[in-house]
């Protein structure tokens, strides 16, 4: 699925590294990617980025309405799924009413009796919200975002909006959670090396960002689809696997995604 030019309220199912037959709820505009985030990774491009509370002229988010009624019947067709995904071409978090929709799915789950893990994909951008953390917390999972330790890498290469501010703002925010969980993605860059967050530096940052957030689980991934800088390489596994086996001395449960 081309999520650049189109990605709907409900999407897929399809089949993840880290979740299974998964189906996405895109809480953003389906044919605009708007963001607090711009990373150079990302397969739905750069798009816009935006802090949550500015308005942007035309921009459509899903109401809560849509969302359920599609939900329910996607659900219908799908019996079997593995996961639903809170994800799509924005951030999810910044939806206005991510509380109410969090909790609606959660009813809708216990209605029909799903077995399937209800889990998002943040940035982390809108944590210094209660009522995101309070709608994070309740789901099963929450996974958020932490590719770069390093500040200058941060702003140049997730390129995150003016209030997410420092690195250490961004631990502090994650730090919210009852039970956070970490995506890290890494990636080389052979034609322009200082685009990629694949170095030793980096990855002591990253490592004692974990130690102070104490994740319940990193899922470590390199890049596998098209991303918005087409120069950026995946990492090769025993690489990934190395930092995994750092990781697990620190005591924190890791599982690694390779290309």
């Known amino acids: 699925m081309n999520l650049r030019k189109h990605c709907p309220a409900i999407y897929g199912p399809v089949q993840s590294r880290r979740h299974g037959l998964s189906l996405g709820i895109n809480l953003g505009d389906p044919y605009a990617k708007i963001c607090t985030w711009g990373c150079i990774y990302c397969q739905c491009g750069f798009g816009s980025r935006k802090e949550s509370t500015e308005t942007v002229e035309g921009q459509k988010l899903p109401p809560v309405n849509q969302v359920l009624e599609e939900l329910a019947g996607a659900l219908n067709l799908h019996p079997n799924l593995d996961s639903v995904t809170l994800a799509g071409n924005s951030e999810p978090t910044a939806h206005p009413d991510f509380l109410e929709i969090v909790r609606s799915i959660l009813a809708l789950r216990k209605k029909v009796n799903g077995r399937w893990i209800f889990n998002c994909l943040s940035n982390g951008s809108e944590l210094n919200r209660a009522t995101v953390v309070e709608g994070c917390n309740a789901l099963d999972e929450a996974w958020i975002k932490l590719d770069c330790g390093i500040d200058d890498l941060f702003r140049r290469l997730n390129r995150p909006t003016a209030s997410v501010g420092s690195i250490e703002a961004h631990i502090e925010r994650i730090q919210r959670l009852s039970k956070p969980m970490i995506q890290s993605l890494f990636w080389n860059c052979s034609s322009s090396p200082e685009v990629s967050n694949w170095t030793e530096a980096n990855r002591q940052a990253v490592l004692r960002a974990y130690v102070k957030i104490a994740p319940k689980q990193i899922f470590i991934t390199t890049v596998d689809r098209e991303p918005a800088f ?30």
Do not use: C, S, T
């Not at 025993?238 to 620190?250: C, M, Y």
């Open 230 to 259: 087409p120069d950026a390489e995946p990492v090769k596994r025993e690489e990934l696997e190395a930092f995994a086996e750092e990781i697990r001395q620190k005591g924190f449960p890791v599982k690694v995604f390779a290309r």
